[in-house]
Each structure stands twice: as structure tokens, then as C-alpha cells.
């Protein structure tokens, strides 16, 4: 979805619908991303372009833990400034940036709307993708699901012969 910097009048703009996110643009194991919903108003402020909205949605991540599908939900506002061309004041890029607020440039004739919100989308992704916080991912060592149950490998584990179990053993002194 395209919005041309002529159609956004003194007024400002609202826009919503759906639109298809990028997934290149988010850094994260993904299986599909689909539609974000998105609701939007653009204004034009001095010589630049504020975009304030949500976006709404899911994408289908892969948790990093045990490789399964898992659903992100996300309903995220957004508030940033799109500054059409580069600003040459010095002055006013120092205002901007001493303000608390996201701003861009873009060179074009139009906005991108797949571009920003899928950018939007990135920035909230959690740190850590995994399809819960109790996620056991799987045995380093044959591989297993272990959400799905332990596998012989537990049942070895005191062991001598399991390769970590001269771990327990060491004893980490403390220096003071
Ligand atoms: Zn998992
Ligand atoms: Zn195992």
C-alpha cells in the first residue's frame, strides 16, 4: 500500500486496511507472516510527515528452543515522523533529534506503508522467541522434543560416562 505525499492534504489522511508485512525486514525465524490490520492518520508537520496508528496481527514465528511453530500476536501503536527529503538546517535536525520520537527519511514520492509497519512490527518483537517461557527445547544430544516428553538420554544422566557429568564435580570458588 502506497500513499503519495500529494494525496495527504492540509486536513491530514486516514487510512485503514490490510497490509502484507515484509519478512525480510524482521529479524526472527519466521514461518508466515500474513496481514497486519492497520488504522492510520498522516499529517503534514512543517516538512515532514507525522504517521500515527496501529497495527494489528499475528505472524507464525519458530521458537528458538524446540523449532515448533508458534503464533506472535501483536497490536502495536506507533507514532513516528517521515521527513520527505533530507532536512539541510542543522538546526532543525538537532530539534528533531532531541525530541523522543521515531523519525525517517524518505526519498521517494510516496510512503511505503508495508515498509513502516512491517519496521514497526520488528521493534516489538521479543528478545527471546520462544513459544513459551517453560519451553524445553530439545536434547542437545539425540535431538527429542522434550516438551513432548524425556528421552533415554535423561535416563543416563548420572551417568559417569555421560560427557557432563565431571560438571558436577568442579567447584567454583569465589574470589572476594
Ligand atoms: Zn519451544
Ligand atoms: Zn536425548
Same mark, same amino acid.
Given at each position: 500500500m502506497r500513499i503519495f505525499?500529494?494525496?495527504?492534504?492540509e486536513e491530514g489522511l486516514r487510512w485503514d486496511g490490510d497490509v502484507e508485512i515484509n519478512p525480510?525486514?524482521?529479524d526472527a525465524e519466521i514461518a508466515s507472516t500474513g496481514d497486519a490490520h492497520i488504522k492510520i492518520e498522516i499529517f503534514p508537520v512543517k516538512s515532514y510527515f507525522r504517521i500515527k496508528g496501529t497495527a494489528a496481527g499475528e505472524i507464525q514465528l519458530i521458537c528458538t528452543r524446540c523449532l515448533e511453530e508458534f503464533s506472535y500476536k501483536y497490536d502495536i501503536p506507533f507514532d513516528l515522523y517521515l521527513v520527505k527529503e533530507p532536512l539541510s538546517g542543522s538546526e532543525e535536525e538537532i530539534e528533531l533529534k532531541s525530541d523522543d520520537l521515531d523519525f525517517s527519511f524518505n526519498?521517494?514520492?510516496?510512503?511505503?506503508l508495508q515498509d513502516v509497519v512491517s519496521e514497526q512490527i520488528a521493534l516489538t518483537l521479543p528478545l527471546k522467541q520462544v513459544c513459551s517461557n517453560e519451553c524445553k527445547g #530439545?536434547? &542437545?544430544?539425540?535431538?527429542?522434543?522434550?516438551n513432548t516428553g524425556d528421552c533415554d538420554c535423561k535416563k543416563n544422566?548420572?551417568?559417569?560416562?555421560?560427557?557432563?557429568?565431571? #560438571?558436577? &564435580?568442579i567447584k567454583i570458588e569465589k574470589k572476594l
Open positions: 505525499f500529494d494525496a495527504i492534504k525480510a525486514m524482521i526519498h521517494g514520492e510516496y510512503i511505503d #530439545l536434547c &542437545s544430544n539425540c535431538g527429542k522434543n522434550l544422566e548420572g551417568d559417569e560416562e555421560h560427557p557432563f557429568a565431571v #560438571l558436577k &564435580s
